[in-house]
């Protein structure tokens, strides 16, 4: 595979440090990392749980009107609004015939099997140690279902039509298959979500009118104080993916995915647990298309990077 090489300055620098981070120091700078995750989850259940709102973001999936799906749409801080495509809101709806409580229970336990799925026997140590996935169980988002959506997109493309058909703009990490020039994946995850599209227009156009100009508003609407506007992080993000796929960098497609997302929340970088089975996988990625090796267990059991 074809790379694109780094400045050498830049080379020199990373290999410096690479040098520098012994395997004792690795080992170190992780058990730190994961200390201060534990210490970070303890002081938000123990001391801001009680004055946060929990599973706010769930309460879109439970609200769900299909006669007035998108009645939020000229208010973008609205909670509780339903922001995503029509066929997002068939797919939840059996979520608004459960009560609260049940809700919740099924919105955690599908979280858990996500984050089972992409991290093994290790999901316990995320669940305590990497903030953003608490942060994203608290707040009750999609963000571990749009990780598992990466993480399961290299394999089966058509699995990004589900970024694609909720945040959207994410949806930029499928240059990850244009850098690798698999056409054929980029084919399937495109032409999978258009398939989607053109049926569910079909069935009810006046519902994805309603959802292309919520978009539009969206878009229009002022960026967070602090927060760089998606106009600039887009191009980033775009760049990133469209590298990941030239180098065989898989484990940084989920970072170009945070950094495309419409509106940047801490719980999003919940996406990035995907990095890190990615990361243990990545001798499969790096080779082109059809001559990869499949993983090893022994792969999945290495060690989290720190």
């Known amino acids: 595979m074809t790379t694109l090489s780094m400045p050498r300055a830049w080379r020199a620098r990373v290999d410096e440090l690479a040098t520098a981070l012994t395997p004792s120091r690795r080992r170190a700078l992780r058990d730190g990392l994961i200390a201060a995750g534990v210490v970070f989850n303890l002081t ?6 009680p004055r946060l709102y929990w599973w706010i973001d769930a309460q879109a999936w439970w ?5 007035n799906l998108y009645s939020g749409m000229h208010q973008p801080g609205l909670i509780g609004a339903f922001r995503y495509s029509p066929a ?5 709806v059996p979520a608004s015939w459960l009560s609260w409580p049940a809700l919740i229970a099924a919105f955690v336990a599908l979280n858990g099997l996500a984050l089972v799925a992409m991290t093994g026997r290790k999901a ?20 571990l279902f749009m990780a598992l959506a990466v993480w399961g997109g290299m394999r089966w493309p058509g699995t990004w039509a589900f970024i694609l058909l909720t ?14 020039r698999d056409w054929r994946g980029l084919a399937i995850a495109l032409g999978f979500t258009a398939a989607i599209v053109a049926i569910g227009f079909a069935i009810a156009p006046g519902l994805w009118l309603d959802w292309f100009q919520s978009l ?3 878009a229009a609407a002022p960026t967070s104080p602090g927060v760089p506007p998606l106009v600039l ?21 989920p970072i170009a995915v945070f950094l495309a997302l419409p509106i940047l929340w801490l719980q ?3 996406i990035l647990t995907a990095s890190f089975p990615l990361w243990w996988e990545r001798e499969r990625w790096r080779t082109p298309k059809g001559t990869a090796p499949a993983p090893t267990e022994h792969a999945r059991a290495a060690e989290v990077p720190a």
């Open 44 to 49: 938000l259940l123990l001391l801001w749980g």
């Open 63 to 67: 609200h769900i009107d299909l006669a």
């Open 88 to 92: 997002i809101a068939w797919l939840l």
């Open 124 to 143: 316990l140590l995320f669940l305590i140690a990497f903030p953003p996935v608490l942060l994203e169980l608290v707040n009750g988002n999609i963000s």
């Open 167 to 180: 945040k959207v703009t994410p949806g930029v990490g499928v240059l990850w298959f244009a850098g690798r």
């Open 216 to 218: 539009t508003l969206a």
């Open 233 to 253: 992080r887009l191009p980033i993000a775009a760049g990133l993916a469209f590298w990941a796929g030239r180098t065989g960098r898989a484990w940084v497609v």
């Open 268 to 270: 999003g970088l919940a």
